[in-house]
T-cell receptor, first 115, second 111 residues
Framework: AAGVIQSPRHLIKEKRETATLKCYPI?????VYWYQQGPGQDPQFLISFYEKMQSDKGSIPDRFSAQQFSDYHSELNMSSLELGDSALYFC??????????????FGPGTRLTVL | QKEVEQNSGPLSVPEGAIASLNCTYS??????FFWYRQYSGKSPELIMF????GDKEDGRFTAQLNKASQYVSLLIRDSQPSDSATYLCAVVYNQGGKLIFGQGTELSVKP
């Protein structure tokens, strides 16, 4: 079965640079979530989109922005990168319209390293 | 206090034994509960989800939910070394569906 696709899988950036992470949800999934997982920590919710509209916002820095496009893929844009942004970034997708009763399936993640 | 609490472990069980993983949550309005398995450096993999009080079984896995006690657990029967991983409990509070994770329990199954 098709899974969530994320690109790139690994990304190395310098401080103050920008990065763009991409997420392609499972076919027919219209909801996308972004999570950040630091070393030894649990995943922290950043932001979510349902039917191309932002549906919820978590602990996402103002330096980050995201959007969902007409084909339901999503991009997370990160500017003025800091050392503390080094983490695994996961995208998860689900079928919308189920409220809280939706199973989220995670992509393989993008490992971002900021030097 | 973290919204979702798990024992960090490590929890060590012999091969073939039952592993019991526990999770408590603080918000009584929590609506749905998920267990994810995560191998080091990999993404969380959905194992079980449960919405109603009681037990839910799927193969070697059983999820148990007690909303009155704000407690959810995962039992793994006939544990295998390949089950060695970190198990994340996650809770959804609202219609937006965002997952709030516990810190995870590291499980080690010894051959």
């Amino acid at each position: 079965a098709a899974g969530v696709i994320q690109s790139p899988r690994h990304l190395i950036k310098e401080k103050r640079e920008t990065a763009t992470l991409k997420c392609y949800p499972i076919p027919r999934h219209d909801t996308v979530y972004w999570y950040q997982q630091g070393p030894g920590q649990d995943p922290q919710f950043l932001i979510s989109f349902y039917e191309k509209m932002q549906s919820d916002k978590g602990s996402i820095p103002d330096r980050f922005s995201a959007q969902q496009f007409s084909d339901y893929h999503s991009e997370l844009n990160m500017s003025s990168l800091e050392l503390g942004d080094s983490a695994l970034y996961f995208c998860a997708s689900s079928e919308g319209g189920k409220g809280s009763y939706n199973e989220q399936f995670f992509g393989p993640g993008t490992r971002l390293t900021v030097l | 206090q973290k919204e979702v609490e798990q024992n960090s472990g490590p929890l060590s069980v012999p091969e073939g034994a039952i592993a019991s993983l526990n999770c408590t949550y603080s918000d009584r309005g929590s609506q749905s509960f998920f267990w994810y398995r995560q191998y080091s450096g990999k993404s969380p993999e959905l194992i079980m989800f449960i919405y109603s009080n009681g037990d839910k079984e799927d193969g070697r896995f059983t999820a148990q939910l007690n909303k009155a006690s704000q407690y959810v657990s995962l039992l793994i029967r006939d544990s295998q070394p390949s089950d060695s991983a970190t198990y994340l409990c996650a809770v959804v509070y609202n219609q937006g569906g965002k997952l709030i994770f516990g810190q995870g329990t590291e499980l080690s199954v010894k051959p």
